[in-house]
């Protein structure tokens, strides 16, 4: 007879790709006042959760997920977290509108057209997003992330296999360092991505060992997410093309929610992105976000800007994950 130590329900979808694996039951209870806390209980004493659903035998080196939560302020429906292999991100842009997607269509929600509201307490901050609806089916999803704004410009580190890169620091809801491919004469490309995660891992930890990242204003925001690898467009229609190399040596599918929303702020910042005019992100994989800038604001002493960052997503599954207590791996394992 089958003895069961864990059951687990999730909603497998993707958003341009990029998984997204949400918890739907099984969730024990986390105590904490706001969702830094609760990240911070889950880190400390639950973490087996995140390695059971994101580790082989279940999942893969570049599986990511959610947890979905009551929320913790009055404009939120719900709480959020999410989760991949190295840990715990601040915000996560894809997983955004792939939950949008998930709750209008499942109709975990209560839907109106032309567009269905969802507010979201994130360790980031508050994200709206605004869900279309026709009725039907669940369209595309646009969320008005937290202020993105560069953090430090022009930061010089040397890389042991491409020498020394060049790069902006920036926050779009995660620190990112953002760097072009030219560089390391790397282009945005499938057959070259074991040097684009090369890349982005030496570059990571040599901006990890040189400066310090804190946010201006949030104490619990201050690690380097990832790299981010621009360079020409791979297809037509899309302005940019870029690769996120984040975690340990996870490989975004998608063009990156927060990645798109931290570019749209560099360029908007530097001078080469006007108000409101759209710009078109392009991924590995050949999807595509579409972001605005649509106002100025401020962060502590820094300039920032408000984006809005429009994707669609796709379920891709429905599962329940179980854990026999004979099974030798509880909390899976990382291979790659």
């Known amino acids: 007879m089958l003895n069961f130590l864990r059951t687990i329900q999730t909603i497998d979808a993707h958003t341009g790709g990029e998984p997204l694996r949400i918890l739907t039951s099984g969730m024990p209870p986390i105590p904490g006042k706001n969702i830094l806390e609760k990240r911070a209980w889950l880190k400390e004493n639950r973490d087996d959760l995140r390695q059971f659903l994101m580790n082989e035998p279940r999942g893969h080196a570049d599986m990511y997920g959610a947890y979905l939560l009551p929320p913790t302020t009055p404009d939120a429906d719900f709480g959020v977290i999410f989760i991949h292999n190295e840990g715990y991100s601040d915000m996560c842009g894809h997983g955004i509108i792939a939950l949008g997607k998930v709750l209008v269509e499942m109709g975990y929600v209560e839907r109106q057209s032309p567009t269905t509201r969802i507010g979201f307490d994130s360790p980031a901050g508050f994200i709206e997003a605004h869900v279309e609806w026709d009725g039907v089916r669940a369209g595309a999803v646009t969320f008005r992330n937290v202020p993105a704004f560069i953090l430090m410009r022009d930061v010089e580190v040397d890389t042991p296999s491409f020498g020394r890169i060049v790069g902006d620091i920036v926050f779009g809801g995660a620190f990112y360092y953002y760097i072009n491919g030219k560089q390391a004469g790397l282009e945005i490309r499938p057959d070259l991505v074991r040097s684009l995660i090369q890349l982005g891992a030496e570059t990571k930890a040599a901006v990890k060992a040189k400066v310090k990242i804190q946010h201006p204003l949030e104490p619990g925001l201050n690690e380097l997410y990832g790299t981010i ?108």
Not at 240 to 249: G, K, L, Y
Not at 272 to 289: C, E, H, K, T
Not at 299 to 307: C, H, K, P, S, Y
Not at 311 to 327: K, M, P, R
Request: glycine content about 12%; proline content about 5%; hydrophobic content about 35%.
């Open 229 to 336: 690898i621009d360079g020409a467009p791979n297809r037509a229609g899309v302005d940019q093309s870029n690769v996120c190399i984040f975690a340990d040596r996870e490989v975004d599918r998608s063009p990156t929610g927060t990645g798109t929303s931290g570019r749209a702020a560099q360029l908007y910042l530097r001078g080469a992105l006007p108000l409101d005019q759209a710009y078109v992100n392009g991924s590995i994989v050949g999807s595509s976000f579409t972001v605005r800038v649509t106002e100025s604001a401020r962060v502590g002493e820094l300039d920032a800007a408000i984006t809005e960052v429009t994707g669609t997503a796709h379920i891709s599954g429905f599962n329940q994950w179980v854990l026999e207590d004979s099974d030798p791996f509880p909390t899976g394992f990382f291979f790659r």
